[in-house]
């Protein structure tokens, strides 16, 4: 494997300046860019959930010294997490040996890349249209009067005041957990949407407690695929942290000057050209059929 | 009976002193390598290890008209290796069958001093498994028909080409003195990590009389070795190593870009 340390610096910076400028992880974007360039996707993968380690460090630190984080719901959502790392984490070995990894990342990346994408390009746009309109009052959301409100093992959330149900909770920490092992993202384009539309938790919340599950599994996704999968790179990892937060900076000043719907659309837009792109991959007749695989190693 | 071992015994004795009289000593081959270990940097990017070598007790007059062979090979540690093939389905390309061969030498560099089939039979090649198109990793996934696990092992030789793993140099091996040579292999920048051998062959007239080997180790060294070592032995301090290093690296961006 020969790569430019130039160049993966310069992808570290770019996702970087986009995370900071649209206040994304940037994982989604990391991940398929490396499979891209080449890194095999199982080390992309790995190497992904390490690097989310660093720009959510950062940023559940702020958000805990300003108390703008439920920890009791991040630590059951944390719960969630940990299981479903595990279960990644086997999935990911059991797919590798059976030749499948790659194909399994590029489905599930087309998925919800796709599926994230157009409802935030749909979103955005009806957004930009409406303040081109006349400004409408913003309709308040229904009060916890989903499926979710009738489910068992309630528990009561003082920070974001809510009673709730710990099963799906549990259930959404899972999901992201899976996601975090095999895709490497942190999970907060599944998560954030999840907890403000599907849990009812207050937004002001719901990033703070989001990045600390996130942090939490992705720590923990690192340490099981190093020891499960060898298949964590440390050199690539800090080369694109160190790209990664300095470009971060200077995407968060960029992200001032542009409104949030404005935003929302681009990023709709960068979303959907990657799952096309890895979506082209998986249709398209591949130039060479065959491919090798050394038991044990790569 | 008798008599007809006794004939057989006494011609082999007449056939083995009439040999030592004549002074014929096993002719054979001897070989060197210029380092037996090959050391991975962080910058390495390939080299090439020359290999010497004499033939001894070699027939003066056949020497002088160059009518030995010499093969030198050098070959990676042996894997097990998966071929899979992509196939269509519902649209999309995924892999389909796959099979597995034992024993598949990860590297394989070969240097001649003419083309193969030139220097003996195709059949005695093939016997010593020399060149590219001999290589006989024994394939273990059973039900497959033979022309489809030639296909496979076509594939296989032709990606580790492609991965320039496996390489052959005609006329690689230059001759200092009748009974001197000297053989230049390749190795690759992704060679493999290990043990591999090192291995020469030598042919009078197209028949094969000798052979030698020698081992090469090929390993990392510095801050790779230490980072390679510790992630396939020790995958959880690596893993934790990992983790704290992102730590530290959040944490001091945070200092760093203190929005105050």
């Given amino acids: 494997m ?17 995370s900071g400028m649209f206040g994304v992880g940037g994982g989604f974007l990391m991940t398929p860019l490396l499979i891209f360039y080449n890194i095999p996707p199982a080390v992309a993968v790995a190497t992904g959930a390490n690097q989310i380690i660093a720009s959510s460090f950062s940023g559940a ?28 984490v086997y999935l990911f070995a059991a797919l590798r040996d059976a030749g499948q990894l790659d194909l399994t990342i590029s489905i599930l990346y087309v998925v919800f890349l796709g599926t994230i994408g157009l409802l935030m390009l749909i979103e955005s746009l009806n957004a930009i249209r409406k303040t081109r309109g006349q400004t409408e009052p913003r309709k308040a959301l229904p009060r916890n009067r989903n499926w979710i409100s009738a489910l068992p ?32 993202v942190g999970g907060g384009f599944v998560m954030v949407p999840a907890m403000i539309y599907l849990l009812r938790v207050p937004t002001n919340v719901v990033i703070g407690t989001s990045l600390f599950q996130i942090m939490f599994v992705s720590i923990f996704t690192t340490i099981a695929q190093a020891s499960t999968n060898h298949t964590v790179d440390i050199v690539l990892a800090v080369i694109l942290m160190v790209g990664g937060v300095i470009g971060a900076q200077f995407g968060a ?25 890895i979506g082209w991959g998986l249709i398209a007749h591949p130039d060479e059929l065959y491919s090798l695989s050394v038991m044990g190693s790569f | 009976m008798r008599p007809f071992v006794f004939i057989a015994i006494l011609f082999t004795t007449l056939f083995a002193s009439a040999l030592q009289v004549s002074g014929q000593v096993q002719t054979n081959i001897q070989i060197g390598l210029s380092s037996d270990v090959v050391e991975i940097t962080s910058s390495f990017d390939g080299t090439s290890t020359v290999i010497f070598g004499s033939i001894e007790n070699g027939n003066r007059e056949l020497l002088k008209e160059g009518r030995y062979d010499v093969v030198v090979i050098l070959i990676g540690p042996k894997v097990r290796t998966i071929v899979r093939r ?5 649209g999309i390309w995924l892999n389909g069958s796959s099979l597995s061969f034992a024993d598949v030498p990860s590297s394989y560099s070969v240097a001649t001093t003419r083309p193969l089939n030139d220097i003996a039979q195709s059949s005695e090649i093939k016997m010593l498994e020399i060149g590219l198109d ?4 024994v394939s273990v996934t059973s039900g497959f028909m033979f022309k489809k696990t030639e296909t496979f092992r076509k594939s296989l030789q032709r990606l580790k080409v492609k991965q320039n793993l496996y390489l052959e140099n005609i006329g690689g091996i230059e001759f200092l003195s009748p009974t001197l040579f000297k053989a230049k292999l390749t190795v690759p920048a992704n060679v493999p990590i290990g043990k591999h051998t090192a291995r020469a062959f030598l042919f009078r007239d197209g028949k094969f009389i000798s ?35 992102a730590i530290a690296t959040g944490w001091i961006a945070s200092l760093v870009f203190r929005k105050d």
């Fill in chain 2, 86 to 90: 992509r196939e269509r389905k519902f």
């Fill in chain 1, 153 to 184: 093992f309630k528990m009561r959330f003082h920070r974001s005041q809510l009673y709730l149900s710990v099963i799906p909770v549990l259930g959404l920490g899972m999901l992201v957990g899976i996601l975090a092992s095999i895709m490497g």
């Fill in chain 1, 253 to 277: 000043q960029a992200g001032r000057k542009l409104k949030g719907e404005q935003l929302r659309a681009l990023l709709a837009i960068i979303v959907l050209a990657v799952c096309l792109r």
């Fill in chain 2, 134 to 137: 001999n290589l006989n990793g």
């Fill in chain 2, 211 to 245: 052979s030698k080997f020698t081992e090469m180790r090929v390993k990392k060294i510095g801050f790779e070795q230490y980072t390679y070592d510790l992630a396939n032995r020790n995958g959880l301090l690596y893993g934790i190593i990992a983790v704290l290093v």
């Fill in chain 1, 61 to 88: 630190l702020a958000h805990f010294k300003r108390g703008t984080l439920d920890l009791k719901l991040g630590i059951m959502l944390l719960l969630g997490g940990i299981v479903g790392s595990v279960m990644g």
């Fill in chain 1, 2 to 18: 020969s790569v430019d340390v130039f160049v993966l610096f310069g992808m570290g910076a770019i996702i970087g300046f986009l």
